[in-house]
């Protein structure tokens, strides 16, 4: 079974920048895409960045030009980069990676805080 490993949240003044990584910690040998969403206690579950595996990169609007997200599909590695952060990123973060044939997997969750 596949198992994904975030890593690289934190606490981070607003203005700040974090990187937070997803691994699969399994084979997964073909990948229809990876993605980030996050969740702040009383929201519901956003889309903040995909990536497919042609190399399209898609963004929530609420992130656009502050976050970049890179991936490697072959690896089922992927990365987000977080720049310009404000109190209003903080959330957990969670990695999805869908494989082909379609079956979605969902990290554990990473908290970022940002502060002012």
């Known amino acids: 079974q596949v198992q994904l490993m975030e890593s690289g949240g934190g606490l981070v003044q607003a203005g700040g920048s974090l990187r937070l990584s997803c691994a699969a910690s399994?084979?997964?040998?073909?990948?229809?895409?990876m993605a980030w969403y996050r969740q702040a206690p009383g929201k519901q579950r956003e889309l903040v960045a995909s990536?497919?595996?042609?190399?399209?990169?898609t963004y929530g609007d609420a992130v656009k030009g502050r976050f970049t997200i890179s991936g490697d599909n072959a690896k089922s590695t992927m990365y987000l980069q977080m720049n310009s952060l404000k109190p209003e990123d903080t959330a957990v973060y969670y990695c999805?990676?869908?494989?082909?044939?379609?079956?979605?997997?969902w990290g554990q969750g990473t908290q970022v805080t940002v502060t002012s």
């Open positions: 990536i497919s595996n042609g190399g399209t990169t």
């Open positions: 399994g084979r997964v040998f073909s990948i229809n895409g």
């Open positions: 999805y990676i869908e494989s082909d044939p379609v079956y979605g997997y």
